[in-house]
């Protein structure tokens, strides 16, 4: 299979400017036909709280539209509205007809940066069997939190797919739990986080494909990339039967949480 992450420097709530900016990108090196594209949190608009300028149905079309053309398979993110009016921050995964397979909403809006204030926390994990290889989308700040990532892999995923925007400012714990996280699942990693600036803070990329036993199979610097490499799904499963540390996990130290599986395609 193989994989392309987008790392841009996402115009602020400028889905044209930022939409074009991708498209530029996946023209340059088109992604292969069921391959999977992913791109960074908010990857339209940059993490913002204006939910009334950034809430329309301009990004899915977008997205959806790429994978019509490309054949691929891209999990986007975008703002959406909860039937009370608060916002969910949301990664969608489309398969390559333009479907929409399923949505994951941010389970840990991000409290220190005021998130929690406008977006409400999601309850459910998502899985979705993308060209045999069971994928759990997770967003930015879910990766602080390793019991999440353990539910979902208790439940059978064998791929994490993160959209970020992450901070500069704390960019070695972003590249050092990401790879502990594919440690300690047995899983890939999938992570692609944005680079540049918005009114707010910076950003340095370092968007990444770790491997299901920690090497670093892609990294970007902070400059916008593609990273754009050929995994193969087995490998999780090998790696997973050669070294059975996941039979020693103690279940009831877990808790528990609601998941949707998508069915095959």
């Not at 019509?68 to 949301?90: E, T, V």
């Not at 949505?103 to 809006?109: D, I, M, Q």
């Not at 979902?152 to 901070?167: K, M, N």
Request: hydrophobic share 40%; charged share 25%; net charge negative.
């Amino acid at each position: 299979m193989q994989v392309t992450i987008v790392q841009h420097d996402i115009a602020w709530e400028d889905k044209a400017g930022s939409q074009a900016q991708m498209n530029a990108m996946l023209d340059a090196s088109p992604p292969r036909e069921n391959g999977f594209v992913l791109v960074p949190e908010l990857c339209d608009v940059g993490f913002s709280m204006n939910l009334d300028t950034i809430v329309d149905d301009r990004t899915a079309t977008w997205a959806r539209e790429r994978a019509m053309r490309d054949r691929c398979w891209i999990q986007y993110g975008d703002a959406q509205l909860d039937p009370d009016g608060h916002g969910l921050n949301c990664a969608t995964i489309i398969d390559p007809a333009g479907t929409m397979r399923g949505t994951y909403r941010k389970v840990h809006p991000f409290s220190h940066g005021l998130e929690s204030q406008y977006y409400a926390a999601g309850r459910e994990l998502l899985l979705v069997d993308i060209g045999g290889l069971r994928v759990c989308p997770l967003i930015c700040y879910d990766l602080r939190f390793p019991e999440l990532w353990r539910l979902a892999r208790q439940a059978g995923a064998e791929a994490f797919t993160i959209g970020a925007s992450w901070p500069a400012a704390r960019h070695e714990h972003w590249r050092s739990l990401l790879v502990a996280r594919a440690i300690e699942n047995q899983a890939f990693v999938f992570a692609s986080n944005r680079c540049g600036a918005d009114p707010y803070l910076e950003y340095a990329g370092g968007s990444m494909i770790v491997s299901p036993q920690g090497t670093m199979l892609a990294e970007a610097d902070s400059n916008p990339t593609l990273l754009q490499i050929e995994i193969e799904p087995e490998d999780v499963r090998a790696w997973r039967d050669e070294f059975r540390c996941h039979d020693d996990v103690n279940e009831a130290f877990l808790g528990t949480i609601a998941l949707t599986q998508a069915d095959p395609a």
